[in-house]
């Protein structure tokens, strides 16, 4: 199929009917009949719903739309999102137009390396200890791989092993890092399985006792970074009013406030995460380890500040975002979620890094058309119509900003 069959600009997408919708998406994703029927389920039976978690009542839904006009590293993408917030999936869509107009998303993503920790207790010379087990690094490392023959077979497997003197309440712990490339899964599962296996003879070689073992969430060496630059022109409030300038100035001064406060700054970086989670729960992946990696490395220097900053760079707005991003595209939840793995095809990735840099496009966009609304006629307008339509109540809302 061409190129242009594939493209995300769908003029006119939201005023189609929904059997219209589910037509033009048929044909851009290349979805049979029975992928269609999928999107009249939520994608899951209740007897696989058993096979995910326990005690199994039945089946929560939640709206499943598709975000427009996405181009990232010249490349379109149909973006889906679960979310049941008003005006997400259209401010997604509505900034990605925007981006377009400067020559779409820019993005990179590290490799999939995700952080195994293993604590060791009571360690009487730590100093001592962490030299003999950064001497064994590599019998470490292929103790490790031993019981991930899978992983390895695939390219994955440990890479290096860092160790930190942690202290605080205790003087006495160490903690090793075992850093492990996971290919297309987020990891946890063979991640703890190795910080399990390695934890036994790390206990030997620093002389005190195993204690927790475990992933951690700050997966900082699995960061996603993405940049936007929008011109003026494309900024301009299409309903009159103000100039693109006064709107990018608009942008750029939300974002120094949210750069300069922490209170501004968890309101900017839920805005981000409206639209990060939306992708990362419709492609079945972990939206609780995803949103803990990013607060964590948002504070990581030990203030908090905004995940995306925005500012004017000649005559244009740029804005970038840099952040964790330990999603899969394999394993997990796709084994048993006939819509986790229909989400992946509409979305046409072949790895977890380039699902990453489309989550990461999702959430820049999400902010730009956050502080873009704030700028201008405030977020409640498009928001609460939204809001209002699906609630069927005319009465004006009293509730405050949301992204």
Known sequence: MSDEHHGSRIPEFRSLSLADRRRELAVRAELSPDDLALLDTGGLAAADAGRMIENVVGIYALPLGVALNFQINQRDYLVPMAVEEPSVVAAASYAARMVREGGGFSATADQPVMIAQIELRD???????????????????????????????????????????????????????????????????????????????????????????????????????????????????????????????????????????????????????????????????????????????????????????????????????????????????LQVHPGARLALRILRVSSSEELGMVIGAAGLGQNLAALRALATEGIQRGHMNLHKRAVGDPAPSRSGPRS
């Open 123 to 333: 360690v009487g010379d730590p100093a001592a200890a962490r030299a003999r087990i950064e001497a064994a690094r590599a019998e470490i490392l292929a103790l490790a791989d031993s019981c991930q023959a899978v992983l390895v077979s695939v390219g994955g497997g440990a890479r290096d092993l860092e160790v930190r003197h942690v202290t605080g309440s205790t003087q006495n712990r160490l903690v090793v890092h075992l850093h492990v490339n996971c290919r297309d899964a987020m990891g946890a599962n063979s991640v703890n399985t190795m910080a399990e296996t390695v934890a036994p003879r790390l206990a030997e070689l620093s002389g005190g006792r195993v204690g927790l073992r475990i992933l951690s969430n700050l997966a900082d060496r699995r960061v996603v970074r993405v940049s936007a630059r929008i011109p003026f022109a494309a900024l301009a409030s299409d309903k009159g009013g103000a100039v693109g300038s006064e709107v990018a100035e608009g942008v750029a001064a939300a974002s120094r406030f949210a750069e300069d406060d922490p209170y501004r700054a968890a309101t900017h970086n839920k805005g981000i995460m409206n639209g990060v989670d939306a992708v990362v729960m419709a492609t079945g992946n972990d939206w609780r380890g995803v949103e803990a990696g990013a607060h964590s490395y948002a504070a990581r220097d030990g203030r908090y500040r905004p995940l995306a900053t925005w500012k004017i760079e000649g005559e244009s707005l740029v804005g970038r975002l840099e952040m964790p991003m330990a999603v899969g595209t394999v394993g997990g939840t």
